[in-house]
Nanobody, 126 residues
Framework: QVQVAESGGGSVQAGGSLRLSCAVS????????IGWFRQAPGKEREGVAV???????FYIASVKGRFSVFRDSAKRTVYLQMNNLQPDDTAMYSC????????????????????WGQGTQVTVSS
């Protein structure tokens, strides 16, 4: 059974950086999709970045140029590098696994992801 686990959240001031990690276990192939989602209190969950099975990437407009998603296949880990963080980025961040999504042209729907992590909190103060 595939499992994913996030780490790396924390509290930073506006303009700071954090790197989130998503460790994948229970899947023997190297090609898979990881999506990063976030949910702030009182708001709906939104997808912010994704890396497809073919290493294509997509970012929503509000994070493009500030966030970067990449993988280390040897470590079976996908990272979300977040720079120039702003208070609006405050949320619980979760990663999700999909074996079906290969090339990404937009943010896939959450229903396409088979496994979700518990989340890691990111808090940005002004």
């Amino acid at each position: 059974q595939v499992q994913v686990a996030e780490s790396g959240g924390g509290s930073v001031q506006a303009g700071g950086s954090l790197r989130l990690s998503c460790a994948v276990s229970g899947y023997r192939f190297n090609s898979y999709c990881i999506g990063w989602f976030r949910q702030a209190p009182g708001k709906e969950r939104e997808g912010v970045a994704v890396i497809g099975g073919d290493d294509s990437t997509f970012y929503i407009a509000s994070v493009k140029g500030r966030f970067s998603v990449f993988r280390d296949s040897a470590k079976r880990t996908v990272y979300l590098q977040m720079n120039n963080l702003q208070p609006d980025d405050t949320a619980m961040y979760s990663c999700a696994f999909s074996s079906a999504v290969n090339n990404v042209q937009n943010m896939p729907s959450g229903v396409l992801f088979e496994a979700w992590g518990q989340g890691t909190q990111v808090t940005v103060s002004s």
